[in-house]
């Protein structure tokens, strides 16, 4: 059965630190795959995606994300972290193909930054 | 519009009330799709209106919900005889497409409070 697992809950990390929040995904074929963004009070916001070619991509706000194909993986990345990142952060992936394309959502991953 | 919207933006309703909740898509956007979010937790799809083929039911949690859309305009989710359980924020998107790659848009939601 198609899946998104987002293994992290919640994460806390220091303003200015690294992240990296796991997504992995079981799927037939390679997906579109895609990061959303929930900020408090905000509505969902695509971040970036991924649909061919080169398998790191850009996003808005600083993000970027990596496909592995080897690994199943659309991991999300960003060098330093600000405050007003702190929200949550969801994984989707999406049929290339087929009569039915609907969005398949991990649970989501909080993040919470530290001053 | 310039964005997905929605209405209400909050609902209080009594336990065995009907309730009907109200999405405006992007005009010209082929897909639609509905989500319930209970708090602290992810999207649960709902139902997706895919352009003129059958609507894909697949995630109505029983048939106190159902959902229409006419054409590519307004869609109308309604919940009969609510429950507490349906207690959460009801999220509606569009895409342009009904292609898996497409960025889907999210409305604000409308939170739903069943006494």
């Known amino acids: 059965a198609q899946s998104v697992t987002q293994p992290d809950i919640h994460i806390t990390v220091s303003e200015g630190a690294s992240l990296e929040l796991r997504c992995n995904y079981s799927y037939g074929a390679t997906p579109y795959l895609f990061w959303y963004v929930q900020s408090p009070g905000q509505g969902l916001q695509l971040l970036l995606k991924y649909f061919s070619g080169d398998t790191l991509v850009q996003g808005i706000k600083g993000f970027e994300a990596e496909f592995k194909r080897s690994q199943s993986s659309f991991n999300l990345r960003k060098p330093s972290v600000h405050w007003s990142d702190a929200a949550e952060y969801f994984c989707a992936v999406g049929a290339r193909a087929g009569n039915n394309r609907k969005l398949i959502w991990g649970l989501g991953t909080s993040l919470a930054v530290n001053p | 519009g310039a964005g997905v919207s929605q209405s209400p933006s909050n609902k209080v309703t009594e336990k065995g009330k009907d309730v009907e909740l109200r999405c405006d898509p992007i005009?010209?956007?082929?897909?639609l799709y509905w989500y319930r979010q209970r708090l602290g937790q992810g999207l649960e799809f709902l139902i997706y209106f895919q352009g003129n083929s059958a609507p894909d039911k697949s995630g109505l949690p029983s048939d106190r919900f159902s959902a229409e859309r006419t054409g590519e305009s307004v869609s109308t989710l309604t919940i009969q005889r609510t429950q507490q359980e349906d207690s959460a924020v009801y999220l509606c998107?569009?895409?342009?497409?009904?292609?898996?790659?497409?960025?889907?848009?999210f409305g604000p939601g409308t939170r739903l409070t069943v006494l």
């Open positions: 005009s010209g956007h082929t897909a």
């Open positions: 998107a569009s895409s342009s497409t009904t292609s898996g790659d497409t960025e889907q848009f």
